[in-house]
């Protein structure tokens, strides 16, 4: 038996999304670009899809520029607001995934003034401190902040950000991979400049992502060459990889409520599960009203298997995460759970996160595994009942 607890980092691709890609594969080959009849009908395939994935969060169809998913979107926005919307400052936090951070980090080196709001345990911002330094300063700032945690689950309250970027000013770009699908998301009624999105997070293709760029906020081309993208990213599209985003996208906003209730179902049962089993284990997520219902980020206490966990669960069938998926191979040490000081005194976060393809008989199989591997911690009236 295999058990796949790894959703965060990538989901299985819908059987309908490998139908439709597959169809768009063997029988629309043409350019989209080409003026024939081949191209036309692959153009129209693609402005399909944008028409899906700009109803799906709110937006007009210009404001959906596709790319190779959420790493080139975060990377675009930041960028290119640089570049050419007269940025000079960016607020963000400690806790972003590595192409926010390292976007950042690199923009700093460039001359642009960086701040990081620190993380409260749970992985919360301070909305005051964001706000205060909003207050304090007529520098053209952007505001990148992350929509949910990948590692841990924190959910950012997005409308609240959006206010306070529109009340002084700034822009705000939000890294909304881990959220678009599995949130209801509606760009008209916020403020936000630039959001992005991964498909392979929601059961689409990887290598195809997209991101929405407010009318007011468009920038010159990220990738210069042919016209493609409204001239923003040139190359030819990546149409399976577009058709196949907007099916799982459409699937994912379609049956967003039934996969909602499944996944808590399953999140709540582990949890249970968990906590009924284990002395002292503890959760690095915040509640289930709150946080990513996909993501359970458990913090196991020290034991002499846990540097080894993750890659005994992996041999027992389990795949997990220690961290984001960049990281989970090495484990090298999460910043997330740095930044929330979790793993003290040789305690271990390990992130399980969950689709709607899962099941509870999956969680009884993980929850059993864990037990043959960390017997000193299982709680002493559970050893009883086994014995
Ligand atoms: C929050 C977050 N941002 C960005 C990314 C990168 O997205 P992609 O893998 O589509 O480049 C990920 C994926 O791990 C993510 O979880």
């Not at 059987?15 to 594969?25: G, Q």
């Not at 080196?109 to 749970?122: A, C, D, F, M, Y």
């Amino acid at each position: 038996m295999r058990v796949y607890f790894d959703s965060a980092a990538t989901t299985q691709l819908a059987p309908e999304v490998i139908t439709e890609m597959t169809k768009v594969m063997a029988e629309d080959y043409g350019n989209p670009s080409s003026i024939h009849a081949d191209g036309r009908k692959v153009r129209s395939i693609v402005e399909e899809a944008r028409k899906t994935c700009a109803t799906a969060i709110g937006a007009s169809i210009g404001e959906i520029f596709f790319t190779s998913g959420g790493t080139e979107s975060n990377n675009m926005a930041l960028k290119c607001a640089v570049r050419d919307l007269g940025v000079k400052r960016i607020i963000t936090s400690t806790v972003e995934h590595h192409c926010v951070m390292h976007t950042v980090d690199r923009l700093e080196k460039e001359g642009v003034e960086v701040l990081r709001l620190e993380v409260n345990h749970i992985g919360q911002i301070d909305y005051d401190a964001l706000e205060s330094l909003l207050e304090n300063s007529s520098t053209k700032t952007m505001v990148s902040l992350m929509h949910a945690n990948n590692e841990i689950g924190t959910l950012l309250d997005i409308e609240r950000v959006g206010l306070l970027c529109k009340a002084h000013g700034a822009l705000f770009h939000s890294d909304t991979v881990q959220t678009v699908g599995h949130f209801p998301i509606d760009v008209s009624e916020m403020h936000i400049h630039f959001l992005s999105c991964g498909a392979h997070k929601f059961h689409g293709p990887k290598g195809v992502g997209f991101l929405y760029m407010n009318a007011n906020a468009i920038v010159e081309p990220f990738i210069d060459g042919g016209a493609q993208e409204r001239n923003m990213r040139a190359g030819t599209e990546n149409v399976y990889g577009i058709v196949g985003q907007a099916v799982a996208l459409r699937m994912a906003v379609d049956e967003m409520e039934e996969r909602i209730n499944h996944i808590k179902g399953i999140k709540q049962y582990m949890k249970d599960q968990l906590a009924d089993t284990f002395e002292d284990i503890r959760f690095n997520c915040p509640g289930m009203d709150k946080g990513l219902y996909t993501v359970l980020n458990t913090n196991f206490p020290a034991s002499s298997k846990n540097e080894m966990l993750l890659m005994h669960l992996d041999i027992l069938g389990i795949s997990a995460s220690g961290g984001s998926a960049c990281s989970s191979g090495a484990d090298a040490g999460s910043h997330v759970i740095q930044a929330i000081k979790s793993d003290q005194d040789g305690r271990k976060s390990i992130r399980f996160s969950f689709s709607h393809y899962n099941t509870k008989e999956e969680v009884d199989y993980v929850v059993g595994k864990l037990k043959e591997i960390l017997p000193e911690l299982v709680k002493k009236n559970e050893t009883v009942l086994e014995a």
